[in-house]
Nanobody
Framework: QVQLVESGGGLVQAGGSLRLSCAAS????????MAWFRQAPGKEREFVAG????????RYADSMKGRFTVSRDSTKNMIYLRMNSLKPEDTAVYLC??????????????????WGQGTQVTVSS
């Protein structure tokens, strides 16, 4: 098991930026594909971005391409989500997740074994 703790959320105006962080502890960090999901009130959990075990492969939801950047620092057991040009519709709880099994970065939440508690991002118009 790997334990995940997110940080970096907050209130930002539309057009602004935030960087979210996710600290991992426990099992070997490099064993996991990692991803960011988000969930807004009354909505399904939604894939945001993911990064492969080696940090070379990434995947983004279409609506985040060009605005969000996912990265990982295996020396610190951290992943990050840089979010630019934020919109009110980006308002959600953002969660970090770890997948120990699949070779590819999955966009569905099922199969991600470990989740953080989430960090709230609120974008005002």
């Amino acid at each position: 098991q790997v334990q995940l703790v997110e940080s970096g959320g907050g209130l930002v105006q539309a057009g602004g930026s935030l960087r979210l962080s996710c600290a991992a502890s426990g099992r070997t960090f490099s064993d996991y594909n990692m991803a960011w999901f988000r969930q807004a009130p009354g909505k399904e959990r939604e894939f945001v971005a993911g990064i492969g075990r080696g940090g070379r492969s990434t995947r983004y939801a279409d609506s985040m391409k060009g605005r969000f950047t996912v990265s990982r620092d295996s020396t610190k057991n951290m992943i990050y989500l840089r979010m630019n040009s934020l919109k009110p519709e980006d308002t959600a709880v953002y969660l970090c997740a770890a997948d120990p099994r699949r070779a590819m970065i999955a966009t569905i939440s099922r199969g991600y074994d470990n989740w953080g508690q989430g960090t709230q991002v609120t974008v005002s118009s």
